[in-house]
Structures are given as structure tokens and as C-alpha cells.
T-cell receptor, first 117, second 113 residues
Framework: DSGVTQTPKHLITATGQRVTLRCSPR?????VYWYQQSLDQGLQFLIQ???????AKGNILERFSAQQFPDLHSELNLSSLELGDSALYFC????????????????FGNGTRLTVT | EDKVVQSPLSLVVHEGDTVTLNCSYE??????LLWYKQEKKAPTFLFML????IEKKSGRLSSILDKKELFSILNITATQTGDSAIYLC?????????????FGQGTILTVHP
């Protein structure tokens, strides 16, 4: 168990809908990362937060948004869902900024499997 | 554009075999390389490599980084069926881009009894 908690585990919804994925990082971790994993794309970086502030953005669609709250949990909002958004969405956390001063590795949650029908 | 390429994409071996997984990277402001094992759910952390030529070991797994040739290898000796998984490597950026990771597409390892 990595200590990173993601809810829900599975989500099935229809095209055009909006969903919210939730992540609680490991105790003491200030950085939260969101990744999308699909069969043909591998693990794609979406966005990263550090202590409540956005620090890095990857290939995140405009229909997607995220935030990190004062208690350090994070939410990923996906709107106007399309069939192609079906994927496994992972949250990961680290103590500091991986690659930065503390250069700590990421620890992943078990993911939320999103199916858009 | 940052790129991480893993090879082979898929590998099938028998228990007891030794395997070598490769990861090459082209990343600006490279800081370190991470290896993960992914079974059914979350990728689990294996190694972080920052210095060139220093082998890291954990049981039957070991890994080394070559920053001159821009690659890393992950070795698994005396493989077991429980080693069957997807192995992912990721390059970590430093400098002003720290926090960004680029993952390879993974190597699917299948170990038959």
C-alpha cells in the first residue's frame, strides 16, 4: 500500500457528462501529480501541484481541470466527457518536487478506472 | 521534445531466467531516472538513479544508469512468476523544469513456470 488514496475505484458515465476524481496524498507529501494511462498512450502526465499551487502542466485538455486544497488533497475534474477519455487515471504524490531539492520518487495510488459510454 | 524509449516491449521467459530491460532517454535538464513495476494496479517504486555507474540493488533486482550514453538497465536474476508485470522507467527533469516526468511505454514481462 503506497499510502496514496484515490476514489472512486471505478466510474462509468455517459458522453457529455462531468466527473470528479479525488486523491489524498501520502501523509507528509506536498506534491500531487495526475496521470492518464490508456492502452495505446502509456502513462501521460497531466498536471502537478505543490502545496496548493500548480507547478507543471502536461498534455491536459482544456475540458480537464484540477486543484489542490489546503488539506493537500486534490481533485481532477473531467467535463464534456468523450469516449476517448476512457482510461485509468492515477494520482501520485511525493515529499517535494521530484527533480527538485529533495528529488523524491513518486508514489502512486491504485487509480480510478473511468469508462465513458 | 523529451522522449523515453524502453525495449523490448514484451518479453516472455521461464522461471529461473535472467532478464535485462532497457531504457533510453532524451530529456533536457535530466536529473534522475525512476523504475517502477506495475502489476494490476498502481506502479510501485523500484529504484531512483541519479549518479552514473552506481548500481542499485534490491534482492534479485538491480539497476544502473549511464548518463554519458543516456540509458539505464534493469536486471532481474532468477526470475519468478511473481515478477510478471509491466516495468516502467521515467526520466525526471531538474533545473527550472523540475517536477516533470516522462515515462517510457513500458516492457511487459511474462514469466512462465
Amino acid at each position: 500500500d503506497s499510502g496514496v488514496t484515490q476514489t472512486p475505484k471505478h466510474l462509468i458515465t455517459a458522453t457529455g457528462q462531468r466527473v470528479t476524481l479525488r486523491c489524498s496524498p501520502r501523509s507528509g507529501d506536498l506534491s500531487v501529480y495526475w496521470y492518464q494511462q490508456s492502452l495505446d498512450q502509456g502513462l501521460q502526465f497531466l498536471i502537478q501541484y505543490y502545496n496548493g499551487e500548480e507547478r507543471a502542466k502536461g498534455n491536459i485538455l482544456e475540458r480537464f481541470s484540477a486543484q489542490q486544497f489546503p488539506d493537500l488533497h486534490s481533485e481532477l475534474n473531467l467535463s464534456s466527457l468523450e469516449l476517448g477519455d476512457s482510461a485509468l487515471y492515477f494520482c501520485a504524490s511525493s515529499v517535494g518536487l521530484t527533480g527538485g531539492r529533495y528529488n523524491s520518487p513518486l508514489h502512486f495510488g491504485n487509480g480510478t478506472r473511468l469508462t465513458v459510454t | 521534445e523529451d522522449k523515453v524509449v524502453q525495449s523490448p516491449l514484451s518479453l516472455v521467459v521461464h522461471e529461473g531466467d535472467t532478464v535485462t530491460l532497457n531504457c533510453s532517454y532524451e530529456v533536457t535538464n535530466f536529473r534522475s531516472l525512476l523504475w517502477y513495476k506495475q502489476e494490476k494496479k498502481a506502479p510501485t517504486f523500484l529504484f531512483m538513479l541519479t549518479s552514473s555507474g552506481i548500481e542499485k540493488k534490491s534482492g534479485r533486482l538491480s539497476s544502473i544508469l549511464d548518463k554519458k550514453e543516456l540509458f539505464s538497465i534493469l536486471n532481474i536474476t532468477a526470475t519468478q512468476t511473481g515478477d510478471s508485470a509491466i516495468y516502467l522507467c521515467a526520466a525526471v527533469k531538474g533545473g527550472t523544469s523540475y517536477g516533470k516526468l516522462t515515462f517510457g511505454q513500458g516492457t511487459i514481462l511474462t514469466v512462465h513456470p
